[in-house]
């Protein structure tokens, strides 16, 4: 993973040794090849792309070092998947980012590390302590280098309003809602933009983009609305099915996107994705937990 890589190298450390292999019925095999006795290990993973496998994945990482002796082990966890099945929305269904909680506690975890939750809440799923960094400072220094005038920050959602506040205050720009219904799950209908976008520069604060639907709504409304310029920047970039598409003949300037997760060549070199590294953010706070030091001062 070249987040890991990245991490590792501001850390001035190098990736452990491990096998991983695959039985021909689809089992994975993993062995490390590392003495771990006593040791701080962080095991950096991203639920994405086949994200069943690389929860197993994880899962069985944990059991091998619990198994190894090691002293602590902390899921450095660039992406966690099923986070927006958080609560009971409809009867008979899980509560799918609880169960994966619970199985990497089970597994051996002492700690989680992660990004962006989908929702805060999911914290209160774990009974072990978890670290849930912030992306957005990281956004929020690219714009102020552009000195961009006339700012507003639009959430795309009511949960995301939190987030949106935070950059258009560091901004000094103003605030805007996106009042949208979503008939079914990666479908939804943006219906009205609560603030005021005519003649200024709109910036879309979001924690992920899958399919892009709901980005290219909103550009679309904010643009009827007389937005001058429509931005993108969001944490984990899925860019699922017809995302690429969609973001390449929207009327987007630009989409900011954190490495969270591993982009193919083709997100890359699209012209309108400019990713932003977040492996010092990281390396920082896998720094301050193996010393015992304030995760939180990575942000004061």
């Known amino acids: 993973m070249p987040l890991a890589e990245k991490i590792a190298g501001h850390l001035g450390k190098e990736?452990?040794?491990?096998?991983?292999s695959v039985f021909s019925d689809g089992e994975i095999r993993f062995q490390s090849l590392e003495n771990v006795r006593g040791a701080d290990v962080f095991v950096v993973q991203s639920m994405a792309s086949k994200t069943n496998f690389h929860i197993m994945e994880l899962l069985l990482m944990a059991d091998a070092f619990k198994r190894a002796s090691a002293r602590r082990i902390t899921a450095v966890i660039t992406y966690y998947a099923y986070a927006r099945q958080d609560r009971k929305d409809r009867p008979r269904v899980p509560i799918s980012a609880k169960l994966i909680a619970d199985l990497?506690?089970?597994?051996?975890?002492?700690?989680?590390?992660?990004?962006?939750?989908?929702?805060?809440?999911?914290q209160?799923?774990?009974?072990?302590?978890?670290?849930?960094?912030?992306?957005?400072?990281?956004f929020i220094s690219h714009f102020e280098k552009e000195k961009p005038e006339k700012v507003v920050a639009v959430s795309p959602d009511a949960g995301g309003v939190e987030r949106a506040r935070m950059f258009s205050q560091r901004l000094h720009g103003d605030l805007a809602i996106a009042y949208k219904r979503r008939p079914e799950p990666n479908v939804a209908k943006v219906m009205n933009i609560i603030g005021d976008v005519d003649g200024k520069d709109a910036i879309i604060v979001d924690d992920m983009i899958d399919t892009a639907g709901t980005l290219v709504e909103t550009v679309s409304v904010l643009k009827e609305m007389g937005a001058r310029r429509v931005f993108a920047v969001c944490t984990h970039g899925l860019f699922s099915g017809p995302a690429i598409e969609r973001i390449?003949?929207?009327?987007?300037?630009?989409?900011?996107?954190?490495?969270t997760i591993p982009l193919a060549d083709c997100k890359e070199n699209c012209e309108k994705i400019k990713v932003i590294s977040v492996s010092k953010l990281?390396?920082?706070?896998?720094?301050?937990?193996h010393n015992e030091t304030s995760v939180s001062n990575l942000f004061l």
């Open 15 to 20: 990736l452990g040794k491990s096998n991983l």
């Open 104 to 122: 990497l506690e089970t597994a051996g975890f002492s700690r989680i590390l992660t990004i962006d939750l989908h929702a805060n809440q999911i």
């Open 124 to 138: 209160g799923f774990f009974n072990i302590p978890v670290d849930n960094l912030m992306a957005l400072p990281s």
């Open 248 to 259: 390449e003949t929207s009327s987007l300037e630009k989409v900011f996107v954190s490495d």
């Open 282 to 289: 990281f390396a920082d706070a896998i720094d301050s937990i």
